[in-house]
């Protein structure tokens, strides 16, 4: 079974700059989650997608951030623009429609490095 | 809110030196607690998963035990190739899921 594939690996931008990231699922898993990892923490949920439509976005900072996820497959996060606190990994997961045993298990992407100069 | 606290931040053991590192959370209503390994430049990768307290599950040289305040994970005669970091996380109600900061585990030979 194929993993979680995301791109760019890895993206130097200058500060004001825009910049995308795109995810692809692992086939079938209609949960997709965007999270944002700086160095030294936790990754971070900024956006959960059911299908095409977004469950949980209360951590994304809508003024610079936005993401999609058409036809409920793929999806991009954009940022516009960027500022030097954007620097971070930012991680792709994805997890089957229905919970086994109650809670729905994750499956993490490679991640993007984002440098912001 | 819910909340996740790993400790130690970082652990430095000699190959074969057995430990222990902790997770302490509160959440409302868990529904599961993760512990996942993540490697340098590499998307966290699953370990366990515990559902509920008293639960056991091991791997290897790695054994996850969950009471309700806190988890643990237990590393036996850990190898050089264990050093990762690795993060713990819960998931509460509609399936939230938050991370800890992690403990970055560095096993010498």
């Known amino acids: 079974e194929a993993g979680v594939a995301q791109s760019p690996r890895y993206k130097i931008i200058e500060k004001r700059q825009s910049v995308a990231f795109w995810c692809n699922p692992i086939s079938g898993h209609a949960t997709l989650y965007w999270y944002q990892q700086i160095l030294g923490q936790g990754p971070k949920l900024l956006i959960q997608?059911?299908?095409?439509?977004?469950?949980?976005d209360s951590q994304l900072p809508k003024d610079r951030f936005s993401a999609e996820r058409l036809k409920g497959v793929d999806s991009t996060l954009k940022i516009q623009p960027a500022k030097l606190e954007d620097s971070a990994v930012y991680l792709c997961?994805?997890?089957?429609?229905?919970?086994?045993?109650?809670?729905?298990?994750?499956?993490f992407g490679p991640g993007t490095r984002l440098t912001v100069l | 809110e819910d909340q996740v606290t790993q400790s130690p931040e970082a652990l430095r053991l000699q190959e074969g030196e057995s430990s222990s590192l902790n997770c302490s959370y509160t959440v409302s209503g868990l529904r599961g607690l993760f512990w996942y390994r993540q490697d340098p430049g590499k998307g966290p990768e699953f370990l366990f998963t515990l559902y509920s307290a008293g639960e056991e599950k091991e791997k290897e040289r790695l054994k996850a035990t969950l009471t309700k305040k806190e988890s643990f994970l237990h590393i036996t005669a850990p190898k050089p190739e264990d050093s990762a970091t690795y993060l713990c996380?819960?998931?509460?109600?509609?399936?939230?899921?938050?991370f800890g900061i992690g403990t970055k585990l560095q096993v010498i030979p």
């Open positions: 996380a819960v998931a509460g109600g509609y399936q939230k899921v938050t």
């Open positions: 997608f059911q299908n095409n439509g977004v469950v949980d």
């Open positions: 997961a994805s997890s089957q429609p229905w919970a086994a045993g109650g809670v729905r298990l994750q499956y």
